[in-house]
């Protein structure tokens, strides 16, 4: 049986959101409300300039993972550093590299609208994460991560 990546559709809407929900209650422990996640994801999906969805399937047409892609725009480079937003594979399919498949689905994208680089922010708390994108070649950044709450 095989796995595939596309571009994610509307009616991806709620398994998108589902793992939305999971990854947050998995990666940092915090409980999301549904009406709002289900808004954010759809705005998402309904407008790529705001967010850029893939889906990993399953040849049974299952989905099975998801990632998603927002773009920062810098002007002391003149192009887009292209952030990871979100990051889901279902418990039961992961360590059979199908992270890797979705990751070089979005690495090939990006290169191909010539991205800056690939970037991502993650709990320093999820190790898991950590040493999975570290295997993939993601590298600590220089930069301390920092926000003011509104």
Same mark, same amino acid.
């Given at each position: ?18 793992? !939305? ?59 887009? $550093? ?60 220089? $930069?301390?991560?920092?926000?003011? !709450?509104?």
């Amino acid at each position: 049986m095989g796995f595939s990546v596309r571009t994610a559709e509307l009616d991806d809407l709620e398994i998108l959101v589902s793992f !939305t929900a999971a990854e947050a209650e998995e990666a940092e422990s915090v409980s999301k409300p549904m009406p709002v996640l289900r808004r954010g994801v759809r705005a998402g999906l309904e407008d790529p300039g705001l967010a850029r969805y893939w889906v990993l399937q399953h040849s049974d047409e299952n989905i099975i993972g998801s990632v998603s892609v927002v773009k920062e725009w810098s002007d002391w480079n003149a192009g887009f $550093y292209w952030w990871i937003q979100s990051f889901f594979v279902k418990p039961g399919f992961r360590g059979r590299g199908l992270s890797k498949m979705l990751l070089e689905s979005i690495r090939k994208a990006a290169k191909e609208e010539k991205a800056i680089d690939l970037r991502l922010y993650v709990h320093k708390n999820n190790r898991r994460a950590i040493n999975a994108y570290r295997r993939e070649g993601f590298v600590d950044s220089p $930069y301390l991560m920092m926000t003011l !709450t509104l």
